[in-house]
Each structure stands twice: as C-alpha cells, then as structure tokens.
C-alpha cells in the first residue's frame, strides 16, 4: 500500500450505533488530520495531530472522538451521531514541518447516518 | 482572521478551451496559496503550490497560477482543457502564524468539461 488508506470507503449507521474510522499512511510523515467534506461547503478541519499529539481540535462535538496511536494510524471514533454528520470524511497527512506542507489525502470514507 | 473565497461554484467549458478558475483570500500576514483537484471518489491532489518568489507557479497535468498580492488573488489557469481534467478544484491558505500546518479552504469550484 502506498500513500494515504481509508477503511471503510462507505458506511451507513443508525444514530445509536457506535463505528469507527480508520486511516493509515505509508509516507513517514508525523502529522495526520481529519476532514469533514459536506456538499457545497468548504472542507472543515476537525482535528489534527503532531507527533502523535493533538494539536487542533476545531470546535468538534464530543460524539466524534480521535484518536493517533502512532504516527501512521488515525482512527475517528463515532457515537449517537445525526443525520447532519452525514459527509464524505477526508484523512490527510504531512511532514509536520509547518505551514509550507504539502497536505497528502486519503480517498475518505461516505458516511450516511439515518 | 483567513479566509478563501473561490468566485464561481461551477464552470463549464468545451474541450480544448482555456479556462480561469479565480481564488481570492483574505489575510493580515503573508501567505503560502494552494490549489487542490479532487477528482470523482477519490481524495485532494496537490496541483500547486506558491510559497515564495516567482508569482507564477507551474503546477501538474499543465496547469499554473498566478499571485498577484495587490488583488489578494491566486487563480488557476490552463490554456486548453481535456475531458480527463474535469473535477472539482479547491484554492486553500496558510499562513506563517500557523505553526501546525493547518489550511483553509474555499468551498470548491467544480470544473466541467463537455466534448
């Protein structure tokens, strides 16, 4: 595998259920990031991590809940979501130099709450 | 506080055509500009990137932007579209206040391209 995986690519839950995300990447990079992509807005950053510390956390709702055991996993915990989570969720990595940093994505995963 | 504004939502353009898709951000600091392509079911690919010097950035599959400071504006040009190019392009900021690396996007220009 090369450069940026998510699992699962699609994923339908009910608003009791409890999923997670997964992300990895393949590029020995130290920072990682998750995205929410709904349709016509602009890409939300959720969280990001450096160095296996989370450095941003943008406001997110507690019923999402990361967490970066090492540098190439992401995992995005789920719980009691609501249909407006509904959104296509984008993983990123990069080097973790800062602001000049290339931004590499995974290919995210189509959530539909019901 | 940044933000990125990208004109147009849609643009549809003929095979071989030129075609300008306009970014303008907001900033009090000097910034690193990019612009991403997504295309159907896949993730963001970088395209570009201008960070500093030369205002005009060559970027892949033929594309180039160019920053103009006075104007606040960072858009993506190529002079003859193909088929294949037709996906949805997103301009996104940083700036050197940000020491983690985060961007801000616009919400996306989709880039439509009709034989």
């Known amino acids: 595998e090369t450069g940026v995986t998510q699992t699962p690519r699609h994923l339908v839950m009910g608003m009791t259920n409890k999923k997670s995300l997964k992300c990895e990447q393949h590029?020995?990079?130290?920072?990682m990031y998750w995205y929410k992509q709904s349709a016509k807005k602009p890409l939300e950053l959720m969280f990001v991590?450096?160095?296996?510390?989370?450095?941003e956390n943008n406001s997110v709702p507690s019923r999402f809940s990361p967490e970066c055991p090492n540098s190439s996993h992401l995992f995005l915990h789920l719980h009691t979501l609501q249909p407006e989570d509904s959104a296509l969720y984008l993983c990123a990595s990069s080097s973790g130099r800062g602001t000049t940093d290339t931004q590499y994505f995974g290919p995210g995963t189509r959530l539909t709450v019901l | 506080a940044q933000s990125v504004t990208q004109l147009d939502s849609q643009v549809p353009v003929f095979e071989e055509a030129p075609v300008e898709l306009r970014c303008n951000y907001s900033?009090?600091?000097?910034?690193?500009l990019f612009w991403y392509v997504q295309y159907p079911n896949q993730g963001l690919q970088l395209l570009l990137k201008?960070?500093?010097?030369?205002?005009l950035v060559k970027g892949i599959n033929g594309f180039e932007a160019e920053f103009n400071k006075s104007q606040t504006s960072f858009h993506l040009r190529k002079p003859s579209v193909h088929i294949s190019d037709t996906a949805e392009y997103f301009c996104a900021v940083s700036d050197l206040s940000n020491q983690g690396g985060k961007l801000i996007f616009g919400q996306g220009t989709e880039l439509s391209v009709k034989p």
């Open positions: 900033s009090s600091v000097s910034v690193y």
């Open positions: 991590y450096n160095f296996k510390e989370q450095t």
């Open positions: 201008y960070l500093s010097g030369s205002t």
């Open positions: 590029l020995g990079h130290n920072a």
